[in-house]
């Protein structure tokens, strides 16, 4: 994902990680399963899946604003790291 800073853009990783000023505080974990709304909304591109899948949320803060990033893992992705 990329973001708008004033006339630069840049990704939202490097916003995140690549400054000391910016903290991760809380980190929520789940799994997600069909029928709930993330994931379908997750998977509807999908051909067809029906394994749950998992995801975190944590909260960045940067002084006294905070930001809270969404992540969806699916477990036989094809650009999967692990």
């Known amino acids: 994902m990329t973001i708008r800073i004033g006339s630069h853009c840049r990704a939202l990783g490097a916003l995140l990680f690549a400054g000391k000023s910016m903290r991760r505080r809380q980190m929520e974990m789940t799994y997600i399963?069909?029928?709930?709304?993330?994931?379908d909304t997750a998977t509807r591109d999908l051909r067809?899946?029906?394994?749950?899948?998992w995801g975190r949320r944590p909260v960045f803060?940067?002084?006294?604003?905070?930001?809270?990033?969404?992540?969806?893992?699916?477990?036989?992705?094809?650009?999967?790291?692990?």
């Open 33 to 39: 399963t069909p029928g709930q709304m993330l994931y």
């Open 48 to 53: 067809k899946s029906s394994e749950p899948i």
């Open 61 to 82: 803060y940067r002084g006294a604003k905070s930001l809270l990033v969404s992540e969806v893992f699916f477990a036989h992705s094809r650009c999967s790291f692990w």
